[in-house]
């Protein structure tokens, strides 16, 4: 089956346009999963959805139950790798248009407990040897 893409989205290309912003990691059943390059919630990912759809209502039930799925294994993940306190779940794309979550892990003695997290907020970066690291947990996991 053909899948939708977009030659502008990082999230259907990769390459180049995926590493301004993110790793990554594995595929899943209907998604991939992609380590936020902006650490300042350790462990911050995104699940995106495998086709270039904009809404949750442009796929179909069965679509959207895998997709969910795909996000629940995901946060199960990041709870067994980094054991937040919570996870913050964020669907934005204004901009990019691609059905996507951000998965926030939050530390109640961390960044930005009690609020919402910042879409970017530009200051923890890491090198790639530690972003291969963090993926490589996560992918144990899965």
């Known amino acids: 089956m053909e899948h939708k893409k977009d030659a502008n989205c990082g999230y259907c290309m990769r390459g180049e346009l ?12 209907v998604s991939t999963l992609i380590l936020f390059k902006e650490q300042s919630h350790p462990g911050r990912c995104i699940v995106a959805y495998k086709d270039h759809v904009s809404e949750l209502v442009d796929i179909t039930d069965d679509e959207r139950n895998r997709f969910f799925a795909d996000v629940a294994r995901a946060a199960r993940a990041l709870h067994k790798v980094f054991n937040p306190d919570k996870i913050n779940y ?6 990019g248009c691609h059905l ?21 907020p530009q200051s923890t970066y ?9 993926a490589e947990k996560i992918r144990a996991v899965l």
């Open 90 to 95: 964020g669907a934005y794309g204004d901009g």
């Open 18 to 29: 995926l590493e301004k912003f993110g790793v990554y990691i594995c595929d899943l059943d």
């Open 100 to 120: 996507h979550f951000h998965l926030c892990p939050k530390y109640k003695d961390g960044f930005e407990w009690g609020t919402v997290f910042a879409m970017n």
């Open 126 to 134: 890491l090198s790639d040897g530690q972003y291969a690291e963090m």
